[in-house]
């Protein structure tokens, strides 16, 4: 048993927090790794760490590996201080911990089976319901020009079954982001202060930390071979952007629809199109490139239990992307009645995983970035 635990004061809901707490007392008597990341500072802001504070750091991390590399304290070690491990597995614990509703939490366990049975049965549902509803003959024929989507499914019933489903992520994704908020020990109101949200939007639209940040990761002679070709921020841009994109399509299809009259599909050159191509190739190129970058990354650095979440994530995003392609390719032909009823398949479960899988590590870390930013313009570091 390392000796640091003697240190530690806090009584933990899990054996991963108490962890977690151990390895920041070792940290915080060290301070080597102050300049790497924002993790650092933070700690340096405490002397005693509770659960919220450790699901803070957490979220703080990004798993760039530089203090591992870095550290003295490094198995083997008898101290053992592995932080980016450490950390991954609190940070996926606090995904558990903030899901709403509760008895949902199970979902993240078995991330990589939950997805990919919802994901299909969504698919096979929205199949059926154009078989059933409709003859082969009618399915088979092709349809073009404005309105042919709405053909199968009304415009209206489109909107209410998907304004549903994004409610409910909506809903569910802004009652744990205020779990978490409260948790780290923020009060509601601070939300409302516009610099640092504003800083958290600079800092993760750029991944600041992904890299060690101003500080430097571990520098390219300090890094194992394989860490100095991380290609994982570009990867993580591809798949934010993507999706960011191809968000902004849907809206400006909606914006088209009600405000101007006009009907999808729309021509290759408007801009729901462009958009939504764009992003298509983001949530295809992106999700397959992190998973390629994570897999040759040291294990030791990782949660070994995140594997299942990791494919569901590159699946549930890649299968919307690839999906929706393929029906912008080949909306002109008979296979359009059964892309349409597979991309909305898919896109109706990605609405519904939502909130219970990796795309939570977006929320959490922003709400991070936000409480630092907060605290760094209140707090100075605590005094060894
Ligand atoms: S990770 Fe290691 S070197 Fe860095 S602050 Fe912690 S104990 Fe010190
Ligand atoms: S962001 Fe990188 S340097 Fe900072 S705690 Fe995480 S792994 Fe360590």
Redesign the pocket.
Known sequence: MPATNMHTTMHHTSSVLAEADR?MV??NS?????GLCAV?PAMEMRRIFTDGDLNYLANLCHGCGA??F?????PPHEFE?N?PGALAKARIESYRTYAWPRFLSGLFARNGVAVGTIAALSALVFLAGFFVSYDPDVLQKIYSGPGAFYVFMPHNIMVLIFGAAFLYAIVSIAIGALSFWRDIGEPVAALSAPAPLWQATVDAAQLKYLDGGEGGCASAEDQPKDQSKDRRKIFHHLTFYGFALCFASTVVATAYHYLLGREAPYAWYDLPVILGTLGGLGLVIGPVGLFTAKSKRDPVLLDPGSYGMDVAFIFILSATGLTGLALLVLRDTSFMSTLLALHLGVVFALFLLLPYGKFMHGIYRFLALARYAKERGTHQPASE
């Open positions: 390895l070792v940290c060290c301070r080597y790794c102050e650092f203090c591992y870095d550290c003295q304290f490094s201080v932080v």
